[in-house]
């Protein structure tokens, strides 16, 4: 199975902050690599897809880099909106795994 | 309007069998790849099993696999997923979730529905 390992676990930033959550694969997934954002309670919700696409209704502070086994999202300019978890997964090959999740908390 | 609306979670004994429903509607349902994720209490997302547009090819996490079952019925535009032999590790809330094809993502989950399995 292909491990999904996300740093930092929490992330305690500002508003207006730049953030950058880490993603590493154990093996090369073919640049098959989504974010999404869940909220307390909530499902989660797609970001970014293929590594970098932004998914449709994204706001644009949203972006995806990376390819083989190290990927990142960045939030350009943190809003109290972003607060939440963040959860990287691949799914180039079965099973799908997930990243353990980023918690960004205020600072 | 997109909606995935799932049903059928319970408390449950260990042991016991659960059918869970994901009903869908707002798009063209069939040529949509489905899937099942889970997330225990204060835990996260955890793969369950995935479904083809065909409803012949499935894929199950190793911990399900043998005891869960993923279906569908374009018919009636929903998804299924019978759980036997659940675990109190079942435990979790389980979101139904869509996805076009290959090279995309889960693009919109529902509410989910949770299943509690204890004695």
């Known amino acids: 199975d292909i491990q999904m390992t996300q740093s930092p676990s929490t992330l305690s930033a500002s508003i207006g902050d730049r953030v950058t959550i880490t993603c590493r694969a154990s093996?090369?997934?073919?640049?098959?690599l989504a974010w999404y954002q869940q909220k307390p309670g909530k499902a989660p919700n797609l970001l970014i897809y293929?590594?970098?696409t932004l998914e449709s209704g994204v706001p644009s502070g949203f972006s995806g880099s990376g390819s083989g086994t190290e990927f990142t999202l960045t939030i350009s300019c943190l809003q109290p909106d972003d607060f939440a978890t963040y959860y990287c997964q691949q799914y180039d090959n079965y099973p799908w795994t997930f990243g353990q999740g980023t918690r960004v908390e205020i600072k | 309007e997109v909606q995935l609306l799932e049903s059928g979670g319970a408390l449950v004994q260990p042991g016991g069998s659960l059918r869970l429903s994901c009903a869908a509607s707002?798009?063209?349902?069939?040529?949509?790849?489905m899937a099942w994720v889970r997330q225990a209490p204060a835990k996260g997302l955890e793969w369950v099993s995935t479904i083809n547009t065909d409803g012949v090819s499935t894929f199950y996490a190793d911990s399900v696999k043998g005891r869960f079952t993923i279906s569908r019925d374009n018919s009636k535009n929903t998804m299924y997923l019978q759980m036997n032999s659940l675990r109190a590790e079942d435990t979790a809330v389980y979101y139904c979730a869509k996805k076009f094809g290959y090279g995309y993502a889960l693009d919109y989950w529902g509410q989910g529905t949770l299943v509690t399995v204890s004695s």
């Open positions: 093996q090369n997934i073919n640049n098959w």
């Open positions: 707002g798009f063209t349902f069939s040529s949509y790849v």
């Open positions: 293929k590594a970098s």
